[in-house]
């Protein structure tokens, strides 16, 4: 798990860093977002230095991730369990799902972006929709893995396990998520709300 976490701060993935964060502060949304605050304003200054134009490839990567977190903070209310997991990484009964990164309340928002249709980051994290998840042809992402379409089942092994229905081992930057049945279940419905990709 250390070394999972080490080769993810080793790529400067910048979500890793938020992570790390969020290990130390108590996963209340004020905190934590001042805590981020602080370190993407490092960040920002680092860029010329430690990671050159890196985080800033891709047309405004900084800024994308900056309105997200901004999202992420401004939602408080939840209607659902699904909800609530997606955005913070912890369900209704206040359990944080715990994850192979270590993280405590991150959820899959973070990296997934808080419409769940992808974000651009070290590398592309793919969009959660279930209709894209499901879309029939499945898909060929940028890192050259290739599946076909989502179900239930598959969706649930690739939480639970980092596989995707290609039987393709997914990077160690998406963490592995030790969730129960019932919050997979609740975490699927939600996603089944989120409108269609572009
Ligand atoms: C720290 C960032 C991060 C977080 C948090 C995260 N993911 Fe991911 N996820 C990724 C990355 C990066 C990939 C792409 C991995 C690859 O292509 O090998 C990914 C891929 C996936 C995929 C595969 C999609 C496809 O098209 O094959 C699914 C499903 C997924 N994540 C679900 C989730 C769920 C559900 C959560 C929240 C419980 C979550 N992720 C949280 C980074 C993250």
């Known amino acids: 798990m250390k070394k999972n976490r080490n080769l993810i ?7 890793a860093g938020l992570t790390g964060l969020a290990i130390i502060s108590p996963p209340s949304a004020d905190n934590r977002m001042g ?3 602080m370190m ?21 990567m900084m800024g994308g991730m900056m309105k997200n ?8 209310a ?6 609530r997991i997606f955005y913070t990484g912890i369900n209704a009964r206040g359990e944080a799902i715990k994850n192979s990164h270590g993280m405590q309340g991150v959820g899959c928002a973070m990296c997934h972006g808080a419409d769940a249709k992808g974000m651009k980051m070290m590398m592309d994290v793919p969009a959660l929709t279930w209709d894209s998840l ?7 992402h940028p890192n050259g893995r290739k599946h076909p379409p989502y179900t239930e089942p598959s969706f649930k092994v690739c939480v639970l396990a980092g596989a995707d229905p290609g ?6 930057m998406m963490p592995r998520w ?16 989120k409108g269609t990709n572009p």
């Not at 701060?9 to 979500?15: E, Q, Y």
């Not at 030790?178 to 709300?193: G, H, N, V």
Request: charged fraction near 25%; glycine fraction near 22%; charge should be negative.
């Open 78 to 83: 939840f209607s659902s369990n699904g909800e």
């Open 9 to 15: 701060l080793g790529l400067g993935l910048i979500a």
């Open 167 to 172: 039987g393709n081992r997914l990077s160690e």
């Open 178 to 193: 030790q969730m129960s049945k019932e919050d997979l279940d609740d975490l699927i419905a939600y996603l089944k709300t």
């Open 35 to 37: 805590m981020m605050g």
């Open 134 to 140: 499901t879309a029939p042809a499945g898909h060929a």
């Open 40 to 60: 993407m304003g490092k960040g920002m200054k680092g860029c010329d230095g430690m990671m050159g134009g890196t985080m800033m490839r891709g047309g405004g």
């Open 69 to 76: 977190m901004e999202e992420i903070r401004g939602k408080t």
